[in-house]
């Protein structure tokens, strides 16, 4: 393998399409040229900058916004403290999630053993903390130096007489995938566990939604108004007495399949609960999964269709008119998605087709062979797709394509800025709701106000331009 | 002397004096405190806009927007203890981060230089992204992506790979391989991997790599920047070259306002300098109409080859000049220089404050043989002008200051100056002998030694700050949840600022950055005293 590279290093000058690595060339397409295939869901190339995380991220994400849970990072500092507080995930009331905590290993831990450490500081933590239940997250040392992770959650569950749950995210053993999955299996070790009497008929989960910016709280409105009863937000603004008793539910909402479908599926199985995919961004894929919500409920309920049809129609009076003025404004620009995992970029697509623009790149981290086939057939011909992209593939696409703004997470914003590319930041750091109809609104906005500002006539792209005599695109 | 020094890992140490372990209710601890508390008048009220939070029960909809103030009596720590957490072993709130960040950042301060990690994907993802939220600029750090098969079998072939890969993407000058808590644990021979690279593809035309031991288990950034800085010089500045009579500058870990201000202050004294690490155009760049895989700036390869040619070294940071000599050789990148080609080494603080600033100055006098510039002067007096101006407004006021050692014994020094009572100074690092560097930065300005901790976290500094009454928070966002509990300001400074617009552009060294400086902390008093007014005063 490692000579086999060798002779490429001195015939750049092949490098054609974004100067793409070879093993890099199957990871890009072009929307309409040839099918498909895309070698996808593999591990990162060595050397490339790719903007990937671990398994410890996906598993971090997901349980992160429970938020009477105690979650301790079993490892080093730097897995702790780069997730200390970052994601914009709210609680209405507990905030423990927002505490980093970390068994900050040391030399000493790694050579004998971190378990004591890790018994002493689950000890210490509950007992002052109090948390409703304790995850315990797996890092890549952790893994390395065989650390009995289960045995000591056992152990501390019974002392304490609170849920203390193993999460089995060691870093290096795959990709975010891997730790959703992770996630999955320490959640639905909580449910089931606590009693569902008082549950309606009428009951959904929420899985998939991490309630950044009060998202949650927005779909749950919604679903309030439909007259149903939310048993749990399991991965936004949670709880873990919700979570013991949402096996109660009568089906399980997931969005971002990607991180929570294994969660709906072990309920499936063992609990008979179906599953409906759905998504809050944008207004096709908001009514949509209201709709279909209804329909699964209208058995049960027959004036679900109409109060559903309603409230659809009351939000879309209510929020077109407030879209037209943007929509004059933005018709014909240029859009660019790159996201985790690609199910956001569906309803990113149409999202921007209401404001009048045109996605010309999409991509993501974290995408499946069925996902990217299934991207393409809703993006124009000539849409360029894109797995597991890095830093200098997405600058050569934003100036190739000529975007005007760029959707992605806080790694892409330095890119598109650094081009005089507009940006809006749509990953867990964001401090805006996005979802439902009046998040629809709220991203018109950002998009709005990134791609309508004066700043792009001065950048360096665009400043050329503006001295070309009139007539000329300014 | 019996300082209130809180050794190494919390737990109560001999010298630890008995006076502030009382959770707040110790005399000493309040009498000030208190006494300004209700001075401002509604120091006991909630400050506007922080009214008690209504917190809706877990199942019913709550207004979608931020919330308000967690909770929190508001006003000055101690009206409402914290638990206590006596001899913790847990770490909650890290006031440090990972060691290879460090050397990740001071690689990325060489020209034409990709910083490389050598472990898996996550740790790399997790430092870029840290880092570009402070500089919002790009940072690219390539990693060799290990996954479960070389985890067990060792990552030399992708380490050897990962580099090919980036030399055909970046084709660098230099590429600084760092290791991580993964690969130190499997016990990768990364020294082995580089040679066996330069045997194999010794007919390629091949960067220059530093490589840099940087498990976290055993440090924090701020080893990891040394350790990086130590490695480039070690490894790089090998031969004795005719002297060229350069400055040779290690900066520490400074913004890249600091940088400039640096280079133009040795520049003024009519020497050139070579910075090394200098991120100040790597990671606050121009606009592009191109994007170029490498950054522009840094220091250049050839001037860190060239390092014994300098007519002398200064090495900024009281803790590394406080280093023990390692097993390894010379512990710093400056004693490295020293006692291979014997340049005459300047060991000095961080330049923050006057006095710091002045022993920078003295070493560059003595270096050039001649006196502080013009400009520089003026800054110097327009700086104690402006003590005498803004004295009143801060005297006596009670700091918590935490960060980098060297970062938070330069911010003491400049407090103290001000007038400003530091009364507890923490660091994450440990064995930076920061209550020695404290005791002699505020030696005869302060009417009682701060408390001092190493090892800590925010919560150990949030349980002592309890005792303490602090006015004021001094260093990076970090700190901004108990700023925000207690409802006093924090004044940002050093790395990471995440919370405010161009944190990567404050100015904290010489005497402008004294200035700049003094400016904002006697403003963050004066607002804080405006906002808690009923009167609303505009004239103050
Ligand atoms: S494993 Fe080590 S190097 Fe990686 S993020 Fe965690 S502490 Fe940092
Ligand atoms: S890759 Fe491993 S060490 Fe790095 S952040 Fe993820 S879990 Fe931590």
């Given at each position: 393998m490692t000579t086999a590279t060798a002779p490429n290093v001195t015939a750049t000058a092949e490098c054609r399409d974004a100067d793409l690595l070879d093993e890099r060339k199957k990871q890009v397409h072009r929307a309409g040229q040839g099918p498909i295939d895309m070698a996808c869901n593999r591990e990162s190339l060595a050397g490339a900058v790719s903007q990937r995380a671990c398994v410890f991220c996906g598993s971090r994400v997901v349980l992160y916004p429970i938020a009477d849970a105690l979650h301790l990072v079993h490892g080093p500092i730097g897995c702790a403290a780069y997730t200390w507080d970052i994601r914009?995930?709210?609680?209405?009331?507990?905030?423990?999630?927002r505490l980093s905590f970390s068994t900050d290993l040391q030399e000493k831990d790694v050579i004998f053993g971190g378990e004591k450490k890790l018994a002493a500081a689950l000890d210490e933590l509950i007992d002052l903390h109090q948390p409703k239940a304790a995850f315990v997250y797996s890092t890549c040392i952790v893994g390395l130096i065989g650390d009995d992770l289960g045995a000591v959650c056992r152990k501390m569950s019974e002392k304490k007489g609170i849920p203390v749950i193993p999460v089995q995210s060691e870093g290096f053993k795959g990709n975010k995938r891997e730790g959703y999955l992770a996630a999955c299996k320490a959640m639905f070790q909580l449910v089931g566990t606590a009693p569902t009497d008082d549950v309606s008929p009428l009951s959904v989960n929420i899985l998939g939604d991490f309630n950044l910016a009060g998202e949650i709280w927005i779909v749950r409105g919604y679903l309030e108004r439909m007259g149903i009863q939310v048993v749990a937000n399991i991965t936004g603004d949670g709880r873990v007495d919700d979570i013991r008793r949402c096996h109660g539910a009568a089906l399980n909402l997931v969005q971002c399949s990607g991180s929570t479908m294994d969660l709906a599926k072990m309920m499936k199985e063992k609990y008979g609960t179906p599953h409906l995919r759905v998504s809050y961004l944008g207004i096709e894929d908001m009514a949509d999964s209201l709709y279909a919500v209804a329909e699964h409920f209208e058995s049960v309920d027959p004036g679900i269709v109409e109060r559903t049809r309603d409230l659809v129609r009351d939000e879309l009076a209510a929020l077109m008119p407030r879209l037209r003025d943007i929509r004059r404004d933005l018709t014909g620009k240029r859009a660019a998605i790159y996201v985790g995992g690609s199910f956001k970029a569906f309803s990113l697509i149409k999202a921007f087709r209401h404001i009048g623009m045109n996605v010309v790149l999409v991509g993501s981290q974290t995408g499946t062979q069925e996902e990217y086939q299934e991207l393409e057939t809703v993006c124009d011909p000539g849409t360029v797709i894109i797995d597991d992209a890095n830093p200098l593939e997405l600058s050569h696409y934003v100036r190739e394509l000529d975007v005007d703004v760029f959707v992605g997470g806080v790694k892409e914003r330095p890119i598109a800025h650094k081009l005089g590319v507009g940006f809006c930041d749509h990953n867990h750091e964001r401090k805006i709701a996005l979802a439902g109809f009046e998040g629809m609104y709220n991203f018109a906005r950002e998009v709005h106000a990134s791609v309508m500002s004066p700043v792009w006539r001065f950048v360096p792209r665009r400043a050329r331009r503006a001295t070309v005599p009139a007539g000329a695109d300014a | 002397m019996t300082l209130d020094y809180v050794a190494n890992d919390g737990l109560c140490a001999d010298e630890y004096s008995d006076s502030c372990g009382c959770g707040g209710s110790c005399a000493d601890g309040c009498a000030d405190g208190c006494a300004d508390g209700c001075?401002?008048?509604?120091?006991?009220?909630?400050?506007p806009g922080a009214g008690p939070e209504t917190a809706p029960d877990d199942c019913g909809l709550a207004p979608v927007s931020l919330k308000a103030a967690p909770s929190t009596s508001g006003g000055k720590p101690g009206k409402a203890p914290r638990p206590k957490r006596p001899d913790f072993v847990s770490t909650t709130n890290a006031c440090k981060l990972c060691t290879p960040l460090g050397a990740m950042l001071a690689f990325r301060g060489v020209e034409g230089a990709v910083p490389f990690l050598h472990g898996s994907q996550g740790c790399a993802t997790y430092m870029r992204r840290y880092v570009i939220s402070h500089y919002r600029e790009p940072m690219d750090i390539a990693s060799s992506s290990l996954g479960e098969k070389q985890a067990v079998y060792g990552g030399g072939p992708n380490l050897k790979k990962g580099i090919l890969n980036v030399m055909k993407k970046y084709d660098p000058v230099l590429v600084g391989v760092a290791t991580t808590c993964l690969t130190e644990t499997i016990g990768d021979d990364v020294g082995g991997y580089l040679r066996e690279f330069r045997n194999e593809f010794g007919d390629l035309d091949l960067p220059d790599i530093v490589h840099v031991h940087t498990p976290s288990y055993n440090g924090t950034h701020m080893e990891g920047w040394n350790a990086a800085v130590r490695a480039l010089v070690d490894q790089l500045a090998k031969d004795k070259v005719e002297p060229?009579?350069?400055?040779?500058?290690?900066?520490?870990?400074?913004?890249?306002?600091?940088?400039?201000?640096?280079?133009?202050?040795?520049?003024?004294?009519?020497?050139?300098?070579?910075?090394?690490?200098?991120?100040?155009?790597?990671?606050?760049?121009?606009?592009?109409e191109d994007y170029t895989p490498l950054p522009e700036g840094g220091t250049p390869l050839a001037d860190i080859r060239a390092l014994s040619g300098a007519a002398a070294v200064i090495e900024c940071g009281c803790s590394l000049a406080m280093t023990p000599v390692g097993s390894t050789g010379p512990a710093t990148a400056g004693r490295v220089l020293h006692e291979r080609f014997g340049l005459p080494l300047h060991a000095v603080g961080l330049p923050i404050g006057l006095r710091e600033t002045d022993a920078l100055v003295a070493a560059l006098e003595a270096i050039t043989g001649k006196p502080l510039p013009r400009r520089h002067e003026l800054e110097r007096g327009r700086f104690v002008d402006a003590l005498v101006d803004g004295h009143k407004y801060v005297s006596g006021k009670r700091a918590v200051v935490y960060g980098e050692a060297d970062l938070v014994i330069g911010l003491v020094s400049l407090l103290t100056e001000i007038g400003v009572h530091t009364v507890l100074a923490a660091t994450g690092t440990r064995g930076a002998h920061l209550a020695e560097s404290i005791a002699a930065v505020t030696e005869g300005l302060l009417p009682a030694m701060p408390t001092v901790i190493e090892g800590a976290d925010f919560e150990e500094i949030a349980d002592t700050a309890e005792g303490l009454s602090p006015d004021l928070l001094v260093g990076n966002s970090k700190g901004y949840r108990y700023a925000r509990q207690w409802n006093i300001?924090?004044?940002r400074a050093g790395f990471p600022i995440h919370d405010r617009f161009g944190g990567h552009r404050l100015l904290h060294v010489g005497y402008a950055g004294a200035q700049a400086l003094m400016d904002r902390v006697v403003n963050a008093v004066i607002e804080k005293t405006q906002s808690d007014s009923p009167v609303g005063y505009c004239y103050l």
């Amino acid at each position: 393998m490692t000579t086999a590279t060798a002779p490429n290093v001195t015939a750049t000058a092949e490098c054609r399409d974004a100067d793409l690595l070879d093993e890099r060339k199957k990871q890009v397409h072009r929307a309409g040229q040839g099918p498909i295939d895309m070698a996808c869901n593999r591990e990162s190339l060595a050397g490339a900058v790719s903007q990937r995380a671990c398994v410890f991220c996906g598993s971090r994400v997901v349980l992160y916004p429970i938020a009477d849970a105690l979650h301790l990072v079993h490892g080093p500092i730097g897995c702790a403290a780069y997730t200390w507080d970052i994601r914009g995930a709210l609680s209405s009331g507990p905030e423990l999630h927002r505490l980093s905590f970390s068994t900050d290993l040391q030399e000493k831990d790694v050579i004998f053993g971190g378990e004591k450490k890790l018994a002493a500081a689950l000890d210490e933590l509950i007992d002052l903390h109090q948390p409703k239940a304790a995850f315990v997250y797996s890092t890549c040392i952790v893994g390395l130096i065989g650390d009995d992770l289960g045995a000591v959650c056992r152990k501390m569950s019974e002392k304490k007489g609170i849920p203390v749950i193993p999460v089995q995210s060691e870093g290096f053993k795959g990709n975010k995938r891997e730790g959703y999955l992770a996630a999955c299996k320490a959640m639905f070790q909580l449910v089931g566990t606590a009693p569902t009497d008082d549950v309606s008929p009428l009951s959904v989960n929420i899985l998939g939604d991490f309630n950044l910016a009060g998202e949650i709280w927005i779909v749950r409105g919604y679903l309030e108004r439909m007259g149903i009863q939310v048993v749990a937000n399991i991965t936004g603004d949670g709880r873990v007495d919700d979570i013991r008793r949402c096996h109660g539910a009568a089906l399980n909402l997931v969005q971002c399949s990607g991180s929570t479908m294994d969660l709906a599926k072990m309920m499936k199985e063992k609990y008979g609960t179906p599953h409906l995919r759905v998504s809050y961004l944008g207004i096709e894929d908001m009514a949509d999964s209201l709709y279909a919500v209804a329909e699964h409920f209208e058995s049960v309920d027959p004036g679900i269709v109409e109060r559903t049809r309603d409230l659809v129609r009351d939000e879309l009076a209510a929020l077109m008119p407030r879209l037209r003025d943007i929509r004059r404004d933005l018709t014909g620009k240029r859009a660019a998605i790159y996201v985790g995992g690609s199910f956001k970029a569906f309803s990113l697509i149409k999202a921007f087709r209401h404001i009048g623009m045109n996605v010309v790149l999409v991509g993501s981290q974290t995408g499946t062979q069925e996902e990217y086939q299934e991207l393409e057939t809703v993006c124009d011909p000539g849409t360029v797709i894109i797995d597991d992209a890095n830093p200098l593939e997405l600058s050569h696409y934003v100036r190739e394509l000529d975007v005007d703004v760029f959707v992605g997470g806080v790694k892409e914003r330095p890119i598109a800025h650094k081009l005089g590319v507009g940006f809006c930041d749509h990953n867990h750091e964001r401090k805006i709701a996005l979802a439902g109809f009046e998040g629809m609104y709220n991203f018109a906005r950002e998009v709005h106000a990134s791609v309508m500002s004066p700043v792009w006539r001065f950048v360096p792209r665009r400043a050329r331009r503006a001295t070309v005599p009139a007539g000329a695109d300014a | 002397m019996t300082l209130d020094y809180v050794a190494n890992d919390g737990l109560c140490a001999d010298e630890y004096s008995d006076s502030c372990g009382c959770g707040g209710s110790c005399a000493d601890g309040c009498a000030d405190g208190c006494a300004d508390g209700c001075a401002d008048g509604c120091g006991c009220t909630e400050a506007p806009g922080a009214g008690p939070e209504t917190a809706p029960d877990d199942c019913g909809l709550a207004p979608v927007s931020l919330k308000a103030a967690p909770s929190t009596s508001g006003g000055k720590p101690g009206k409402a203890p914290r638990p206590k957490r006596p001899d913790f072993v847990s770490t909650t709130n890290a006031c440090k981060l990972c060691t290879p960040l460090g050397a990740m950042l001071a690689f990325r301060g060489v020209e034409g230089a990709v910083p490389f990690l050598h472990g898996s994907q996550g740790c790399a993802t997790y430092m870029r992204r840290y880092v570009i939220s402070h500089y919002r600029e790009p940072m690219d750090i390539a990693s060799s992506s290990l996954g479960e098969k070389q985890a067990v079998y060792g990552g030399g072939p992708n380490l050897k790979k990962g580099i090919l890969n980036v030399m055909k993407k970046y084709d660098p000058v230099l590429v600084g391989v760092a290791t991580t808590c993964l690969t130190e644990t499997i016990g990768d021979d990364v020294g082995g991997y580089l040679r066996e690279f330069r045997n194999e593809f010794g007919d390629l035309d091949l960067p220059d790599i530093v490589h840099v031991h940087t498990p976290s288990y055993n440090g924090t950034h701020m080893e990891g920047w040394n350790a990086a800085v130590r490695a480039l010089v070690d490894q790089l500045a090998k031969d004795k070259v005719e002297p060229h009579g350069k400055v040779a500058l290690l900066p520490g870990f400074v913004s890249p306002a600091d940088l400039r201000h640096l280079r133009d202050l040795v520049t003024d004294f009519g020497s050139d300098a070579v910075i090394l690490p200098d991120l100040s155009d790597p990671l606050d760049g121009p606009a592009l109409e191109d994007y170029t895989p490498l950054p522009e700036g840094g220091t250049p390869l050839a001037d860190i080859r060239a390092l014994s040619g300098a007519a002398a070294v200064i090495e900024c940071g009281c803790s590394l000049a406080m280093t023990p000599v390692g097993s390894t050789g010379p512990a710093t990148a400056g004693r490295v220089l020293h006692e291979r080609f014997g340049l005459p080494l300047h060991a000095v603080g961080l330049p923050i404050g006057l006095r710091e600033t002045d022993a920078l100055v003295a070493a560059l006098e003595a270096i050039t043989g001649k006196p502080l510039p013009r400009r520089h002067e003026l800054e110097r007096g327009r700086f104690v002008d402006a003590l005498v101006d803004g004295h009143k407004y801060v005297s006596g006021k009670r700091a918590v200051v935490y960060g980098e050692a060297d970062l938070v014994i330069g911010l003491v020094s400049l407090l103290t100056e001000i007038g400003v009572h530091t009364v507890l100074a923490a660091t994450g690092t440990r064995g930076a002998h920061l209550a020695e560097s404290i005791a002699a930065v505020t030696e005869g300005l302060l009417p009682a030694m701060p408390t001092v901790i190493e090892g800590a976290d925010f919560e150990e500094i949030a349980d002592t700050a309890e005792g303490l009454s602090p006015d004021l928070l001094v260093g990076n966002s970090k700190g901004y949840r108990y700023a925000r509990q207690w409802n006093i300001p924090l004044v940002r400074a050093g790395f990471p600022i995440h919370d405010r617009f161009g944190g990567h552009r404050l100015l904290h060294v010489g005497y402008a950055g004294a200035q700049a400086l003094m400016d904002r902390v006697v403003n963050a008093v004066i607002e804080k005293t405006q906002s808690d007014s009923p009167v609303g005063y505009c004239y103050l």
